[in-house]
């Protein structure tokens, strides 16, 4: 949307402001890779992928720009079926104080393979890979991973 579309709404100036200082985020290069280990025999998989943060609007409160401390986030992992926790892990990304940027950062998640490959589903199956925030409600992603 741009501003135009917004203004027609006809929501108040400051509401404009916060939604579009609302940063939004990714994931991308999602890869999943399978070992085995050869000391136990159990098979591992590896999520890796890249969680970026964009902002292109400066938030102001008052006459002083809001300070920004960070965005806190829950990257889980599961199974499409019995929708089993494979893995999960607390994600911590900074603007380095910046108003307006990007950043990003890459994040490692190490699951059961034997266990996410039975509850997958047909034909080598999807894992499901869920991004929550923990700073901004109902602004979750989730993405569909193959495990070819």
């Given at each position: 949307m741009n501003d135009n579309d917004l203004k027609s709404l006809g929501l108040p100036i400051r509401t404009l402001t916060e939604i579009k200082a609302t940063p939004t985020y990714t994931a991308e290069n999602i890869s999943v890779e399978?070992?085995?280990d050869k000391t136990t025999g159990k098979n591992q998989g590896t999520a890796t992928f890249d969680l970026v943060v964009s902002r292109t609007t400066t938030i102001r409160k008052g006459n002083r720009k809001y300070s920004n401390d960070g965005?806190?986030?829950v990257v889980a992992l599961?199974?499409?079926q019995n929708g089993f926790l494979l893995s999960h892990n607390n994600v911590m990304l900074s603007l380095n104080g910046q108003n307006k940027g990007t950043a990003s950062r890459s994040v490692v998640l190490q699951?059961?393979?034997t266990l996410a490959n039975s509850c997958a589903g047909a034909n080598g199956g999807h894992i499901v890979l869920r991004v929550l925030s923990n700073s901004f409600r109902g602004v979750d992603i989730e993405y569909f991973v193959p495990l070819k």
């Open positions: 399978f070992k085995t965005y806190s986030f599961g199974t499409m699951f059961d393979w």
